[in-house]
Structures are given as structure tokens and as C-alpha cells.
């Protein structure tokens, strides 16, 4: 009998569920579209119970209902989401309002300054390893107490995105190592677990979910959840963790020094670095396994942003981005901040927003579209500096270029040229749920423990002929965001 693994992943704007076997062949895989919900301005929500829930569980019975796969022995299932996010729910795990997203998602503001002065900027940042941010649940957990205690009157549980899923599969209460690292400044990096000080006075009458690695194996398929979803009784269901380091494990980011780029609705990097030295613009995590430790960056807008010129032009996205190829590199001038949704790392300011320099009567839709591709590489280049800070001195960063974007040719060439550094670019781009796969095939023996599916098929070289240029543009860049964001104070 042909033996699989499922790995399932929750996205923001997808979920996606793949079969794969022991050679690392995909050989089926169902995919769900869904969206976010924006109740107000820098609020990003979703519905636990319908979207992270019930679609996975309608792909998941498709998957295994699919010709392919049905009748084979499905040895594992490991899942991921994007994260954190923060579901609170009953005691028995129901969700009690709509579950708020990750990074995007800045409502609490004034919490993570309260927080920040409350416990010492630098403190945080020993103890935990990044600076408070719209990423950190933390603020986020003091943020619904202030705001909405009757929800909180009545929470037992809190979860991410993965871990809700976990709990709906097995019944554990529980979340993965990685994750609660991002729960700041809830966790302790040197101590490996949570914070149990500040932990406790940000979850007040709430249960801390136990920790486990992402590969180790959080519990089985309960029978209920084997008659929602047609996966087998039994069958050992994985911790998981956030969707972008499945990803990064998917294609082999995994030794120091190795570095993904994953280019999506956000972008997102992530580099492996064992120094355990903090850095105030970017964010230092647990890795997917005991002893590992990883740094991440994340802009909140590319491929929204892309989407968002789109939008204005009545194109169709990658019809635009086609038509930008067209353009000179420098957009005739034209540049843009491409902070429309303000900014993660490195400025970590909710506040920034997007500025164009340079419009004239002669700058057409596929120059926009150019120039906000060029304003996204020019935002990676100002993360791979702060990752190059913390790396030793006469080493450099390996480059994997993975998600939707890195398919086309246009846009990870732009980043190369503006950054001047190579990418190269893996076989199978399935994405994060590829590397939950993965997970479970060698959590549950079905491969050795290094295995690695991944298959490098090209690189992409910078055009040294454009390092000027972009050395130019890239100084404008950053002049223009200082010269800038004082005057957004007064709008």
C-alpha cells in the first residue's frame, strides 16, 4: 500500500492541502480561497470557526476523498498558518470573536508603547529577542482586555492559526515553540518556554497552551474529527507552526546563513542564524526544532501593493506586471515609498505610509506598477542590511526566492538588481504546505530525518550594469521616508 503524509496550511487570503509521498511527489492537492475582514482602518480579522476550520476541514475531505489518495495509509498530517494570530475561545476551544491577524493588523498601538515602557525596551528585546511591534500577540491579548472585556470575562483558551486547527484534529491544547516565541513578550528565548512572569499578567485567568517543537507529534486524529475531515482515526497529527518558516523548511532553508524570501501579499524573510544576537528591526525567534534560532523581517505590503496599482489601472495584475517589463529600469524617474499599510522591519512604524516622488503627465499605469515593484526591492534591501549586522564579518547570506511572486521573471530579477545579490530559485514552490509535508514524513519515519525534496533549477545574477542606478535610488529612498514622515503627522 502506497503510504502519504498531508500538510495543510492556512494563508490569508488561501489554505491549501497537499498529498505527498515519500519521494516528495505531490499527488494531489485542493486549494480554498478566502478573504480578511477590515471592521476598521489597520484591523485585520478573520473567522476562526468558518475559515481556519471549515474550509480546511472541506479540503481535507476532498483530499482524501481524491482517487489518488483514497485507500493509500496517510502515515501523518502536519499543519501551519500564517501567525501569530490570536483566537480567543471558550474552555472548550470555541472561538469568541473573530480571530485578529498577524503583523498586518495594528490596533494596538498604544499597547506596545504601554508595554514597551512598562517593561523596558531593552529588557524585552534580551528576554525575548525583538522589539514590540504589530507583530508580537502580546499587546494584542491587553488590547482585547481593555477593549473588549466581555469577550475576555469569558476566555479560557488563545490560539494561532495552526494551533486552532491542531486543537480541532486532536483535541490538544497546545502550541509550538516557534509561535510562542512570537507571542512577545510572553517567552523566554534563553529559557526555552514561556515568560512565565509577563505571561501570566498578559493571559490573566488564562490557561498558557503547553509548548512542543513544530515536529514533534502533538496528538491524533480524534474520531470526530476523522468523520469531518476523512482522515483516519488515529493518524498522528504534528504541533506545526507559522506558514513562512514551514515554507523556509520546504526548500531547504535550514543550515546558517541560508536566507528566504518569500514573496506574497506581504513579504517575508527569513534567515538562520545561530548567534542568538538581537536586533532592534527585525525579529529573533525560536527555530522549528530545540537549539535552532532564526531572525525574520516582514514589509506589509508587495504583492498587495501590486494588486493595489492593478486595482487602479483596471488590469488585471500580472497582465500590468508584463506590461512594466517594458519600462526602464529607475521608472523614468518615478519613485515610490511603499509603505501603504504602514511598515514592519525594519522601521517598525504603523504610521508610515506610501508616497510617489517624481509623477508626470507622461508616467502611464505599467511605470506605477514598475516603480511599486521597485519600491518593494527597495524595502528588501533595507532588511538584508539589518540581517547583514548580525552575520560574521566576511560572510554573506544564501538567497532562496520562494511564493507566488518568485515565479514570474520580472520581479525577483528587480530585487536581485536593486540588492545586488543572487536568489535562486527551487523546483517545487508549492509553498508552506509542502514543508508541513515534509515535517511529517520525518516525524513519523516515512523518511530519515535530513532529508531535504528540494532542487535548485535556476539563479537569478544581478546586472552589475544597474548598481549605480540603484545605489542612486536606493539613497533617494531612504531620504525620502525621513524627509516625509514628519509631514504625515500633520495630515
Same mark, same amino acid.
Given at each position: 500500500?502506497?503510504?502519504?503524509?498531508?500538510?495543510?496550511?492556512?494563508?490569508?487570503?488561501?489554505?491549501?492541502?497537499?498529498?505527498?509521498?515519500?519521494?516528495?511527489?505531490?499527488?494531489?492537492?485542493?486549494?480554498?480561497?478566502?478573504?480578511?475582514?477590515?471592521?476598521?482602518?489597520?484591523?485585520?480579522?478573520?473567522?476562526?470557526?468558518?475559515?481556519?476550520?471549515?474550509?480546511?476541514?472541506?479540503?481535507?475531505?476532498?483530499?482524501?476523498?481524491?482517487?489518488?489518495?483514497? %485507500?493509500? #495509509?496517510?502515515?501523518?498530517?502536519?499543519? &501551519? =498558518?500564517?501567525?501569530?494570530?490570536?483566537?480567543? $475561545?471558550? @474552555? /472548550? *476551544? !470555541?472561538?469568541?470573536?473573530?480571530?485578529?491577524?498577524?503583523?498586518?493588523?495594528?490596533?494596538?498601538?498604544?499597547?506596545?508603547?504601554?508595554?514597551?515602557?512598562?517593561?523596558?525596551?531593552?529588557?524585552?528585546?534580551?528576554?525575548?529577542?525583538?522589539?514590540?511591534?504589530?507583530?508580537?500577540?502580546?499587546?494584542?491579548?491587553?488590547?482585547?482586555?481593555?477593549?473588549?472585556?466581555?469577550?475576555?470575562?469569558?476566555?479560557?483558551?488563545?490560539?494561532?492559526?495552526?494551533?486552532?486547527?491542531?486543537?480541532?484534529?486532536?483535541?490538544?491544547?497546545?502550541?509550538?515553540?516557534?509561535?510562542?516565541?512570537?507571542?512577545?513578550?510572553?517567552?523566554?528565548?534563553?529559557?526555552?518556554?514561556?515568560?512565565?512572569?509577563?505571561?501570566?499578567?498578559?493571559?490573566? %485567568?488564562? #490557561?498558557?497552551?503547553?509548548?512542543?517543537? &513544530? =515536529?514533534?507529534?502533538?496528538?491524533?486524529?480524534? $474520531?470526530? @474529527? /476523522? *468523520? !469531518?475531515?476523512?482522515?483516519?482515526?488515529?493518524?498522528?497529527?504534528?504541533?506545526?507552526?507559522?506558514?513562512?518558516?514551514?515554507?523556509?523548511?520546504?526548500?531547504?532553508?535550514?543550515?546558517?546563513?541560508?536566507?528566504?524570501?518569500?514573496?506574497?501579499?506581504?513579504?517575508f524573510l527569513i534567515g538562520i542564524d545561530p548567534s542568538g544576537r538581537p536586533?532592534?528591526?527585525?525579529?529573533?525567534?525560536?527555530?522549528?526544532?530545540?537549539?535552532?534560532?532564526?531572525?525574520?523581517?516582514?514589509?506589509?505590503?508587495?504583492?498587495?501593493?501590486?494588486?493595489?496599482?492593478?486595482?487602479?489601472?483596471?488590469?488585471?495584475?500580472?497582465?500590468l506586471i508584463a506590461g512594466a517589463e517594458t519600462v526602464p529600469p529607475g521608472?523614468?524617474?518615478?519613485?515610490?515609498?511603499?509603505?501603504? #499599510?504602514?511598515?514592519?522591519?525594519?522601521?517598525?512604524?504603523?504610521?508610515?505610509?506610501?508616497?510617489?516622488?517624481?509623477?508626470?503627465? !507622461?508616467?502611464?499605469?505599467?511605470?506605477?506598477?514598475?516603480?511599486?515593484?521597485?519600491?518593494?526591492?527597495?524595502?528588501?534591501?533595507?532588511?538584508?542590511?539589518?540581517?547583514?549586522?548580525?552575520?560574521?564579518?566576511?560572510?554573506?547570506?544564501?538567497?532562496?526566492?520562494?511564493?507566488?511572486?518568485?515565479?514570474?521573471?520580472?520581479?525577483?530579477?528587480?530585487?536581485?538588481?536593486?540588492?545586488?545579490?543572487?536568489?535562486?530559485?527551487?523546483?517545487?514552490?508549492?509553498?508552506?504546505?509542502?514543508?508541513?509535508?515534509?515535517?511529517?514524513?520525518?516525524?513519523?519515519?516515512?523518511?530519515?530525518?535530513?532529508?531535504?525534496?528540494?532542487?535548485?533549477?535556476?539563479?537569478?545574477?544581478?546586472?552589475?550594469?544597474?548598481?549605480?542606478?540603484?545605489?542612486?535610488?536606493?539613497r533617494v529612498y531612504r531620504d525620502l521616508f525621513t524627509a516625509t514622515r514628519?509631514?504625515?503627522?500633520?495630515?
Amino acid at each position: 500500500m502506497t503510504e502519504f503524509v498531508v500538510g495543510l496550511d492556512i494563508g490569508t487570503s488561501s489554505t491549501k492541502a497537499v498529498a505527498v509521498d515519500q519521494s516528495g511527489a505531490v499527488i494531489a492537492s485542493v486549494t480554498g480561497k478566502h478573504g480578511v475582514s477590515q471592521p476598521r482602518p489597520g484591523w485585520f480579522e478573520q473567522d476562526a470557526e468558518q475559515v481556519w476550520w471549515g474550509q480546511s476541514r472541506q479540503l481535507l475531505a476532498g483530499l482524501t476523498a481524491d482517487e489518488r489518495v483514497r %485507500g493509500s #495509509a496517510i502515515t501523518g498530517v502536519c499543519v &501551519s =498558518g500564517m501567525g501569530p494570530c490570536l483566537a480567543v $475561545g471558550d @474552555a /472548550a *476551544g !470555541a472561538p469568541l470573536r473573530p480571530a485578529i491577524l498577524y503583523g498586518i493588523d495594528m490596533r494596538a498601538e498604544a499597547e506596545i508603547d504601554e508595554l514597551t515602557r512598562r517593561f523596558g525596551a531593552a529588557a524585552i528585546l534580551a528576554r525575548g529577542g525583538s522589539a514590540l511591534s504589530s507583530q508580537a500577540a502580546g499587546p494584542k491579548l491587553l488590547w482585547l482586555q481593555r477593549h473588549e472585556p466581555q469577550v475576555w470575562a469569558r476566555a479560557a483558551t488563545f490560539f494561532s492559526a495552526s494551533s486552532f486547527l491542531v486543537h480541532r484534529l486532536t483535541g490538544e491544547y497546545l502550541l509550538d515553540h516557534h509561535t510562542a516565541s512570537q507571542f512577545d513578550p510572553m517567552y523566554d528565548l534563553a529559557a526555552g518556554g514561556w515568560a512565565d512572569d509577563w505571561a501570566a499578567e498578559l493571559s490573566p %485567568g488564562v #490557561a498558557l497552551p503547553r509548548l512542543a517543537w &513544530s =515536529g514533534d507529534i502533538a496528538g491524533a486524529v480524534t $474520531g470526530e @474529527a /476523522a *468523520g !469531518a475531515t476523512g482522515l483516519p482515526a488515529g493518524t498522528p497529527v504534528l504541533a506545526g507552526t507559522v506558514d513562512a518558516w514551514a515554507e523556509a523548511h520546504s526548500v531547504g532553508v535550514r543550515a546558517a546563513g541560508d536566507l528566504m524570501i518569500m514573496y506574497g501579499s506581504t513579504l517575508f524573510l527569513i534567515g538562520i542564524d545561530p548567534s542568538g544576537r538581537p536586533h532592534d528591526g527585525l525579529w529573533r525567534t525560536a527555530g522549528l526544532a530545540p537549539q535552532t534560532s532564526t531572525l525574520a523581517a516582514g514589509m506589509a505590503t508587495s504583492g498587495l501593493l501590486a494588486d493595489w496599482v492593478a486595482r487602479l489601472a483596471g488590469q488585471p495584475t500580472g497582465s500590468l506586471i508584463a506590461g512594466a517589463e517594458t519600462v526602464p529600469p529607475g521608472a523614468d524617474g518615478l519613485l515610490l515609498l511603499p509603505y501603504f #499599510a504602514g511598515e514592519r522591519s525594519p522601521l517598525f512604524d504603523p504610521g508610515a505610509r506610501g508616497v510617489a516622488l517624481g509623477l508626470t503627465l !507622461a508616467h502611464t499605469p505599467e511605470h506605477l506598477m514598475r516603480a511599486a515593484l521597485e519600491a518593494i526591492a527597495l524595502g528588501v534591501r533595507h532588511n538584508l542590511e539589518a540581517f547583514d549586522s548580525v552575520r560574521p564579518e566576511g560572510t554573506s547570506w544564501r538567497l532562496v526566492a520562494v511564493g507566488g511572486g518568485a515565479a514570474g521573471a520580472l520581479w525577483p530579477q528587480i530585487v536581485t538588481d536593486v540588492t545586488g545579490r543572487e536568489q535562486a530559485i527551487p523546483a517545487q514552490v508549492i509553498g508552506a504546505c509542502y514543508g508541513d509535508a515534509l515535517l511529517a514524513a520525518t516525524a513519523t519515519g516515512l523518511v530519515p530525518a535530513d532529508t531535504d525534496w528540494t532542487t535548485i533549477t535556476g539563479v537569478v545574477r544581478p546586472r552589475r550594469e544597474l548598481a549605480s542606478l540603484y545605489d542612486e535610488r536606493y539613497r533617494v529612498y531612504r531620504d525620502l521616508f525621513t524627509a516625509t514622515r514628519p509631514l504625515l503627522d500633520r495630515l
